[in-house]
């Protein structure tokens, strides 16, 4: 796994920090928070509309100060990333129903979600982080929905390990290096489906981990989170958590679709990415604040937010009140729920009136510290840098 991360590291160059900007967040974009609240589409009318800022019929954001203290997302308040349109209701109608086929095994063969529910389940946390939360904080300005903090939440996922799906079917054959999962979106005709479909490729050696989930929190996968199936890759970034998931193989080379060869990609600003570029695979170690953003009154308060150890399991995380000159470690809230979920911390400290900068840096068990500042790369992906996910408060 470390070979990944190196990986990815490869075409990153330092970047500086953004201006302190709207509703007190340091590089927060403006058109995030300064614009009215939109009504949700129909296919999430179910959501908390107070929570969510709605970028778009297919993206929405949960607002900062939404993400409260639990260790578990709200379903109401989990954020939504669809690459293509979304699926119709009618195939959660019957989800056992529901077809997959899996490929790159000795007995290849369809199984329905009704099958799979006999061979096992697993319920496992994992953080569900959009590729892009955080690149509204770039200097140069990349295309793509402008995240801030709010395209992540942790959630309980149920379902059956791939690996018993695959030991079921007599095992992997030989020279298989990835593990390639295919949407069940529809493509409209006329379209060259490579440069649409949702197919997403990851190494083989983390198969142990993914898990193929029908539920979500203890309920049944809502439509708009992928459901009836979907392919969940723990400490990976959500793009490789596969919807409406159709089809498994396990592939002696990546996709060749474009969500895979090019899209999401980790090179240079103002580059053309290419399959050789690192692909955006394993989350890295990060946390923001979520209380208090804009103003307080002076005395003691309680520093919150989130944090998570990426691919790694967290280890600890430390606060700043005044932009990063001193630290102080949180206190992490709530159960341990493993290597991939996150943690909500608290820090209790008294403040004077006047202007002051909360920061915060997460650790992961490897040591591996939350940079200062993260490296651009031309699509804004996996900004893990603390300093811009800084708020910055008034004490008054």
């Known amino acids: ?20 900007v709207a509703a007190g967040m340091t590089g927060a974009a403006p058109a995030a928070f300064a614009e009215e609240a939109k009504a949700l589409p129909d296919y999430v009318a179910w959501k908390d509309a107070a929570a969510m800022i709605v970028h778009s019929d297919k993206t929405l954001e949960t607002r900062r100060g939404a993400i409260g203290t639990g260790s578990i997302t709200p379903a109401d308040r989990l954020y939504i990333r669809n690459n293509v349109n979304v699926p119709d ?7 056992d129903a529901w077809s997959l086929e899996v490929g790159g095994v000795r007995q290849p063969r369809a199984i329905t979600v009704g099958e799979l529910k006999t061979l096992g389940v697993a319920t496992v946390a994992s953080v569900l982080q959009c590729s892009g939360n955080g690149r509204a904080f770039s200097d140069h ?3 793509g929905t402008q995240w801030t ?7 309980l996922w149920t379902g059956v390990p ?7 079917m007599g095992g992997a054959v030989d020279g298989v290096k990835f593990v390639t999962g295919t949407g069940g979106e529809e493509i409209p005709a006329g379209l060259d489906p490579k440069d649409l479909i949702v197919e997403r490729s990851v190494p083989v050696e983390i198969l142990d981990t993914i898990v193929l989930a029908w539920a979500r929190n203890g309920e049944p996968l809502p439509l708009a989170h992928g459901g009836p199936l979907r392919m969940v890759v ?18 002696e080379v990546e996709s060749d679709a474009k969500i895979q060869a090019t899209r999401y990609r980790l090179y240079p600003v103002g580059g053309k990415a290419t399959p050789q570029d690192p692909s955006v695979w394993a989350m890295e170690v990060k946390s923001w604040i979520t209380s208090p953003l804009e103003t307080a ?19 600890g995380v430390e606060v700043s009140t005044d932009g990063g000159k001193t630290w102080l470690k949180a206190e992490l809230l709530g159960p341990d729920l493993g290597r991939h979920a996150w943690r909500p911390f608290a820090l209790g400290v008294d403040l004077a009136a006047g202007k002051h900068t909360l920061v915060s840096r997460a650790t992961d068990n490897e040591s591996k510290v939350q940079p200062e500042n993260f490296p ?3 699509s804004g992906y996996s900004n893990n840098g603390w300093r811009v996910h800084g708020v910055t408060v008034d004490i008054a």
């Not at 959500?238 to 919807?243: A, E, S």
């Open 89 to 95: 209701a009618s195939i959660v109608k019957d989800r």
């Open 234 to 251: 723990p400490g990976f970034a959500g793009v490789n958590n596969v919807k409406y998931v159709k089809k498994i193989a396990l592939t």
């Open 162 to 168: 791939l690996k018993t799906v695959v030991e079921a």
């Open 297 to 315: 009154k002076p005395g003691r308060l309680q520093n919150t937010g989130v944090a998570l150890g990426g691919v790694n399991a967290l280890a």
């Open 1 to 20: 796994m470390s070979d990944i991360l190196d990986l990815r590291r490869r075409t990153f160059f330092e970047g500086k920090r953004r201006a302190v």
């Open 141 to 143: 300005k990349p295309s």
């Open 376 to 378: 651009p790369n031309q």
């Open 149 to 155: 903090v709010g395209a992540a939440g942790c959630v």
